[in-house]
Structure formats: structure tokens, C-alpha cells
């Protein structure tokens, strides 16, 4: 069912990746890595744009590579059942290419624009790709839950920084998007070409997301033969 969903629709849902023991446990390192910007420089930016254009509240906290920091992050059943399962949906193959945290702090009510993650990447020449979203609080539309168009194809939207230092975005707002609720543990699935977006949080808690992202062995080693190691600035990529 995972697979025909993923292989159909270009994303897919799961309950239940991780247990709430190990959720408790990975909400600690995250919130640790957070709190501290020395710790995080250099990995960590503002998705929104905003405070690079000089506020000081960070509404869409990205802090790419939590596991260089905090390399116990690896063996968690997390890494290891998304790995699992990435392979179970692309092939033996697949490796981690990167892990990413995302945050919402409470009522910062920032949504993150529908996009590709491809918009993101090289150009490989294997264009498989899984990223492994994990619900590390209860999510919801209020909170900022994924939202998802079914991906018919390959083709790449052309991608604009809507702002400076922020996210990519398409210029359109597609109306077929579905949310996906979870539950804190639960993961969604979905493809380097499925256009998703979600929106801000304005509730009172937490939206804390870890992001795996997996591909073949041999495109990550492309990618680093080339300097890309998801540490650095965002580049992108435009469409053909
Ligand atoms: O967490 C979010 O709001 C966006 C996540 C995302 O764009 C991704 O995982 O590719």
C-alpha cells in the first residue's frame, strides 16, 4: 500500500515510525540543538527570510545536518526504519544524503510555500529520490502539517526566492493540495518532485519536524565529487 501510494501519488503516509519513547528522546537533542545558535552556526537559517532581513525571532527554523552535531541522532530507530522503508520504496540502493530539522514555533503563523525539493538539488543523472518527513509533535493544519499534490511526472516549476534568504516557492497555488495529519512519530513520504507546502503555525505549541532525505549511493557521491554536502548556501536550479 506504502509503495503503490508513493509509486501513484509521489508521496504517502505513516503512522507509527517511531515509538513515543523514541520520539521524547529525539525532542530532547532537537530542542538542545535549537536553543543554541553557536552550536547550530553555519547550518542553521531562517526559511521565512525574515531575519535575515534583521528580526531576531526565527519563524521557520532549518538547521540542515543536526546528525554532524549530535552523531547519536544515526542510531536511532528513526534513521533506521526510514531507511528501511526508503529502500522498500526505490531500491537497495538508497542511502541518506542529508537529515534537516524544520521548526514552527508557537503563533509564528509562517507558512512554507509549495515547492519541489528538486528546485534544490544538482541535476543527477537518477533523478530517485525519498525524503522522510517525521512528525515530532501531533500535526495539523492550524500547526503546519505537509500538504501534497499528487506528482505526475518529472518536470521541475520554475522557483523563485519569494524572499530574500527564504524558501523557494512556484508562482501558483495549486488546488488540488491534500493535508496530511500525524501524529507525533508518524512520517510522510514524498518524492524529490512532489510540489508541498505547509502552513504556519498559530497555535500555542511546538511544530517540530525531522527531515530525512534519501537517494542511490552513487548520486550522493556525485553530489559530493561536486562540493554539495547540504551545508551550504541554498542554491537552486531552474527549470528546463
Ligand atoms: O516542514 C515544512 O514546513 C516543510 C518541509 C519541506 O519542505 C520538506 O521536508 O521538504
Request: glycine share 8%.
Amino acid at each position: 500500500m506504502l509503495k503503490k501510494d508513493f509509486v501513484n501519488n509521489g508521496f504517502t503516509s505513516l503512522e507509527g515510525l517511531l515509538s513515543i519513547d523514541e520520539v521524547f528522546d529525539i525532542r530532547k537533542l532537537y530542542d538542545k540543538l535549537l536553543e543554541n545558535k553557536k552550536l547550530t552556526a553555519g547550518l542553521r537559517s531562517d526559511l521565512s527570510g525574515y531575519t535575515a532581513q534583521g528580526e531576531s525571532i526565527e519563524k521557520i527554523t532549518q538547521i540542515m545536518l543536526p546528525s554532524r552535531i549530535e552523531p547519536q541522532l544515526l542510531e536511532k530507530q528513526a534513521y533506521k526504519r526510514a531507511l528501511v522503508l526508503a529502500k522498500s520504496l526505490l531500491g537497495d540502493d538508497m542511502a541518506l544524503d542529508f537529515d534537516m530539522l524544520i521548526n514552527k514555533a508557537p503563533l509564528t503563523n509562517t507558512e512554507t510555500p509549495w515547492h519541489q525539493d528538486a528546485a534544490y538539488w544538482i541535476d543527477l543523472p537518477d533523478k530517485r529520490s525519498v525524503s522522510c518527513w517525521i512528525a515530532l509533535d501531533d500535526v495539523y493544519e492550524e500547526n503546519g502539517c505537509m500538504w501534497f499534490v499528487p506528482r505526475y511526472d518529472n518536470h521541475l516549476f520554475k522557483h523563485t526566492h519569494s524572499k530574500e534568504g527564504g524558501a523557494l516557492s512556484i508562482a501558483i497555488r495549486p488546488k488540488n493540495g491534500k493535508p496530511v495529519p500525524l501524529k507525533a512519530g508518524g512520517c510522510t513520504f514524498h518524492d524529490g518532485f512532489t510540489l508541498h507546502f505547509s502552513k504556519g503555525n498559530s497555535t500555542n505549541g511546538p511544530r517540530r519536524a525531522l527531515i530525512l532525505n534519501f537517494r542511490p549511493q552513487e548520486m550522493i557521491q556525485l553530489e559530493r565529487e561536486q562540493g554539495v554536502d547540504h551545508t551550504g548556501e541554498r542554491k537552486f536550479r531552474e527549470s528546463k
